[in-house]
């Protein structure tokens, strides 16, 4: 939630609440809920409390963007960490707050949301008005976990549906080959949506940024260095940034520098 953030793609995180459900396999050793259950001694999943963040941890943006203005940068600001801001059960004023906290900053800082429920976006816009002239996502950069082949064909035609200033996909933790190739329909949770576009496939050109990473942690998942080659291969011959953010605890400690070289990829869509 601070000032500095262990995430290699991002400058800054930043968790309007805090609070969430599984909703796929990449959820399974969710980092945010082992600490809320842990740490904090609080209660996660369906039903449970997403509680706003502190009023000073609000500010914060306010602070980056001001001080990105003063030396003629753009920040980037990952949101959430520790939520999903598509959530069903997002606190719906908050949520309104948020998008209020992103107009006031974008001239300073690149937006990034990143949601396991892609299929929420656009419901989500209608509900808090946002395609209606208030403020449109095409000041963020919005980006989808897809963590396989299964949640890449559900979620994939999702993001597509959306203009953003950057679309992007977190490969993270990455517990299956993907084929960005051989993606067919296959509606998510909410298929409505995708229903009426069944003729928008997915094409990875349409993609700016793969981000690749495998899973941390005591418990964490294998990937199979040949999933990420694969990825950083379909990536290049797409004409798309590709980073790779790190191997996973399953090869040791989660460090840029285990990465094999040819691996070693830290690319950055050119942002709008
Ligand atoms: S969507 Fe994200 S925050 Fe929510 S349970 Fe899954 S991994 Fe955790």
Redesign the pocket.
Known sequence: MGEVTGIAWTDHTFNPWIG?????E??RN????QLVTTRMGRK?GPGTERRRTSAANWKEPIRWAKKARAVGRRDKVFCAS???IF?FEAPIETRRDLWKLIGDTCDALDWQLLT??PMRITPVMCEDGLNLGFFELTHCWLGT?TENHQTAEERIPEILQVDAAVRFLSCEPLIGPINLDNLKYRPGMDGWLSAFNENAWPELGKIDWVICGGESGAQARIMKPEWARNLRDQCASAGVAFFMKQMGSVFGPSKGHDLPDDLNIKQFPVSA
């Open positions: 969430c459900t599984r909703v796929s990449g959820c969710c980092y945010a809920e996660w520790l939520a999903d959530d396991k429920r976990t």
